[in-house]
């Protein structure tokens, strides 16, 4: 869909909708560590809109534009954790789970405004005639809605150190989320297991549909 893109325009059509998906995401677990009493993101300056100071180079540079590149038609990625201190939280298991939750969250919330901002341009160019010119603006919008699903989807995976494994072991009783904790330190290659053999596409592909074709219908799109 971005062939008849320049390659300036497909590194900001592409770059400003992932930067700040990732960006806001990581924000939104440390603003609500802090609110339940938890400052160390805060402290170490992660409380910022800046993405340099929540890249990975790996995860959010190399692997997605290794996709990108690849024509793989799947973004895949991941920023530099927000540091958490458990034992400041006032309920740690519980807050636990919220701060967890809050990222992906805020990813819902984001494809829901890039959704919106499609619906703009799509009525501005029926308003003003524009044609050709509004393209980069619509592959971005669409860029934001699938970046923003794929974050929330694959982030609430039950795989710790996923969100998701955060916020099924703040559901559980003590002794099972103690055992699902001891999968964290083989959650990475879990993760690109899934992702080499197409298990993981198969998993969030239909599921980014059916949330896509939600966010239209919420819309009007």
Do not use: C
């Not at 692997?63 to 990108?68: G, N, Q, S």
């Not at 799947?74 to 807050?95: C, M, Q, S, T």
């Not at 919106?116 to 860029?143: Q, W």
């Not at 330190?185 to 596409?201: E, S």
């Amino acid at each position: 869909m971005f062939e008849q893109l320049s390659t300036l325009q497909l590194i900001w059509v592409m770059g400003i909708p992932i930067i700040l998906a990732i960006t806001v995401h990581e924000v939104a677990h440390g603003w609500v560590a802090k609110q339940f009493g938890d400052p160390t993101a805060d402290r170490a300056g992660r409380l910022t809109l800046n993405p340099f100071k929540h890249v990975d180079p790996v995860g959010t540079i190399l692997i997605p534009a290794a996709l990108v590149l690849a024509k793989t038609g799947f973004l895949f990625g991941w920023a530099k954790p927000v540091p958490v201190a458990f034992n400041r939280l006032g309920n740690p298991k519980r807050d636990m789970a919220l701060v967890a939750a809050a990222g992906p969250g805020i990813n819902l919330v984001m494809a829901i405004g890039w959704g919106v901002f499609l619906k703009l341009v799509f009525a501005y160019a029926g308003y003003s005639g524009a044609g050709a010119d509004i393209k980069p603006f619509l592959y971005m919008a669409e860029v934001g809605i699938q970046i923003n699903l794929v974050l929330m989807l694959l982030n609430l995976l039950p795989i710790p150190p996923l969100d998701g494994g955060r916020v099924l072991a703040g559901l559980l009783p003590d002794r099972a989320a103690t055992l699902l904790g001891r999968i964290e330190p083989f959650g990475l290659i879990i993760m690109i297991v899934l992702l080499a053999t197409g298990v993981l596409a198969g998993i969030l592909g239909p599921l980014i549909g059916f949330t896509t074709k939600f966010i239209f219908a919420l819309l009007g799109l």
